[in-house]
């Protein structure tokens, strides 16, 4: 998102309806603010902090990052 030409992607963020997570890495300094602003952006969007991850929580913490999408899947039965 950050390297868009334009802000149609960030200004189309509260346009989204359908259930929305957004995983960001604890240690991942350089999209801490972007991923809050995403959740705040996105109506009704949870967030996930990934303690001792960094840019690919999922390779970095593959159970944490499961264990998130697997509960928020199963909260909106998806």
Do not use: C, W
Not at 3 to 32: M, W, Y
């Amino acid at each position: 998102m950050l390297t868009q030409r334009d802000a149609r992607v960030i200004n189309s963020l509260p346009d989204i309806k359908v259930p929305s997570l957004v995983i960001v890495g604890a240690d991942d300094t350089n999209f801490l603010v972007a991923a809050d602003y995403m959740a705040k952006k996105i109506p009704g969007a949870e967030k996930v902090v990934i303690p001792g991850a960094g840019h690919a929580a999922n390779i970095d913490k593959p159970k944490a990052f499961n264990a998130a999408v697997l509960e928020f899947l199963k909260k909106h039965d998806l």
